[in-house]
């Protein structure tokens, strides 16, 4: 009985009206959380006493790494899930997030470059942080790649979330970087055991904008979900009265 | 601050606005890949439908 709800979230058709209903939820805070992060990183936030203005990128640039490995582990997991139970919700999830996983990968690795050019004097670096960093891209990228050339659907799944469920190895050493080599990325100053190293002027935007993406991370999801489950389902019965509503 | 101060970004404009440019592009970007997903599969599955009633 008290599983039922857990079996329900397997269901196409569930999972569909459940994404509907469930988008601008998530859609609408995001976008208030967003600009509010923006509007408190770009002028309530003091300059920083040694980065002056230039260390205001961290409000785009540490949320969409954030982002990244959010969506990675998500893609693993789900994936995992998939392959393990069976689950071909589970599946289409994992496939809803490579796209939007590559393109804050894309972001967090350029907009670090932006930040690097006038405080490292340097846009690239052959660093631990960057170089893994720039693997999860292309792990993205492998990931949507391989997907792409497999016609059968649930052989891409299984494929594809072998590929998934290898890289996640790659998150922890992404986020555990900068503390086990001598990188000239900077250790995280946000999650630290004792805890942020930063006034709350100037860390109250960044969480801010890390709630905005991770919301609006569920927002796309939902939505790509959908896409994803009314183009695998497209001959069942349920599809019917969806579409022609 | 005046409006001129703020865009200078005390010197680092031409980093901090890129940054924030690209960003914001990648978000836009985002919403409207993923619409484009849905409106797409939707009309595909309504041509199904279609295609169905006719035979």
């Known amino acids: 009985m008290a599983w039922t709800w857990f079996h329900r979230l397997g269901s196409p058709p569930y999972i569909y009206s459940l994404a509907a209903r469930l988008t601008p939820w998530f859609a609408w805070p995001a976008a208030l959380l967003t600009v509010a992060g923006l509007y408190g990183g770009l002028v309530l936030a003091p300059p920083d006493y040694q980065q002056g203005d230039g260390y205001r990128i961290i409000y785009v640039h540490v949320p969409s790494a954030w982002m990244s490995l959010m969506v990675y582990t998500t893609m693993a997991v789900s994936a995992a899930v998939g392959l393990i139970w069976r689950i071909k919700v589970a599946h289409a999830v994992a496939a809803s997030c490579a796209a939007i996983g590559a393109s804050f990968t894309f972001a967090a690795l350029a907009t670090g470059s932006l930040w690097g050019a006038p405080m490292w004097g340097t846009y690239w670096e052959w660093d631990p942080r960057l170089v893994s960093e720039l693997i999860l891209l292309f792990l993205f990228l492998g990931y949507m790649g391989l997907r792409s050339a497999i016609d059968d659907v649930q052989r891409a799944d299984r494929v594809s979330a072998v590929l998934a469920i290898v890289g996640v190895i790659n998150v922890p050493i992404i986020h555990f970087s900068v503390e086990w080599w001598n990188s000239l990325h900077q250790t995280s100053s946000v999650f630290k055991r004792a805890g942020p190293a930063m006034p709350p002027s100037m860390l109250i935007p960044l969480l801010t904008m890390f709630l905005a993406f991770t919301l609006m991370f569920v927002a796309l999801l939902l939505t790509r979900l959908r896409a994803e489950v009314l183009s695998r389902e497209r001959s069942a019965a349920w599809v019917r009265d969806v579409v022609s509503a | ?55």
């Not at chain 2, 010197?11 to 940054?19: D, H, I, L, M």
């Not at chain 2, 990648?26 to 599955?45: F, G, P, S």
Request: hydrophobic share 55%; aromatic share 12%; proline share 2%.
């Open chain 2, 1 to 55: 601050m005046s409006v001129s101060e703020f865009f200078a970004m005390g010197g680092y404009a031409r980093y901090v606005w890129p940054s924030y440019a690209l960003v914001l592009g990648a978000i836009v970007l985002n919403i409207v890949w993923a619409r484009r997903a849905l409106k797409r599969a939707r009309l595909e599955a309504l041509r199904r439908v279609a295609m169905k009633d006719a035979t």
